[in-house]
T-cell receptor, first 112, second 115 residues
Framework: GNSVTQMEGPVTLSEEAFLTINCTYTATGYPSLFWYVQYPGEGLQLLLKATKADDKGSNKGFEATYRKETTSFHLEKGSVQVSDSAVYFC???????????FGGGTRVLVKP | GAGVSQSPSNKVTEKGKDVELRCDPISGHTALYWYRQRLGQGLEFLIYFQGNSAPDKSGLPSDRFSAERTGESVSTLTIQRTQQEDSAVYLCASNPGYSSYNEQFFGPGTRLTVL
């Protein structure tokens, strides 16, 4: 079946540090890939997405590139802020399905 | 423009009681999804509605769980004879439904605690 694996947290960083959260997937066919973010006390919201190989999703300074050869969709940000403290979820939708399959989530804490 | 809303926001119940959780999707969204997030874990898919029918119920963990949707709008997730392992945040999401690659818009969730 389809699955998503992402690095476990928590990840603790200082402000302006570089952030990488690794995400790899197993899926039949050609899924679309997503990063969702859950800020403290808020609901889950889409951060970025990529629908085909080599696509790069980007938003709020975050980027992730759909790498079919390594089945990965790693999330990166060059300079984090305290406001980036949140839980980040990698997810996929399989081409013929409709449900999101999520990774376990990675909690990120950015300290001033 | 209202987003996805869920009620109640918090529910505490005793083991063995039945509970109903409600989801109001974004107006016009034909696809509706229920997920569960247990403490410290990722989100688990429960059920998917397209209109009022549920083509995918594969994530419902037992026959104590059921869901319905009426009028291509509100959905209710019912858990009968609740158990402590049912404690979780139950999330509802919707999208326009015409493409499986569309963003799913999530509600704030209902936190269920079974004592």
């Amino acid at each position: 079946g389809n699955s998503v694996t992402q690095m476990e947290g928590p990840v603790t960083l200082s402000e302006e540090a570089f952030l990488t959260i690794n995400c790899t997937y197993t899926a039949t066919g050609y899924p679309s890939l997503f990063w969702y973010v859950q800020y403290p006390g808020e609901g889950l919201q889409l951060l970025l997405k990529a629908t085909k190989a080599d696509d790069k999703g980007s938003n709020k300074g975050f980027e992730a590139t759909y790498r079919k050869e390594t089945t990965s969709f790693h999330l990166e940000k060059g300079s984090v802020q305290v406001s980036d403290s949140a839980v980040y979820f990698c997810a996929l939708i399989w081409a013929a399905g409709n449900k999101l399959t999520f990774g376990g989530g990675t909690r990120v804490l950015v300290k001033p | 423009g209202a987003g996805v809303s869920q009620s109640p926001s918090n529910k505490v119940t005793e083991k063995g009681k039945d509970v109903e959780l409600r989801c109001d999707p974004i107006s016009g969204h034909t696809a509706l999804y229920w997920y569960r997030q247990r403490l410290g874990q990722g989100l688990e898919f429960l059920i998917y509605f397209q209109g009022n029918s549920a083509p995918d119920k594969s994530g419902l963990p037992s026959d104590r769980f059921s869901a319905e949707r009426t009028g291509e709008s509100v959905s209710t997730l019912t858990i009968q004879r609740t158990q402590q392992e049912d404690s979780a945040v139950y999330l509802c999401a919707s999208n326009p439904g015409y493409s499986s690659y569309n963003e799913q818009f999530f509600g704030p969730g209902t936190r269920l605690t079974v004592l």
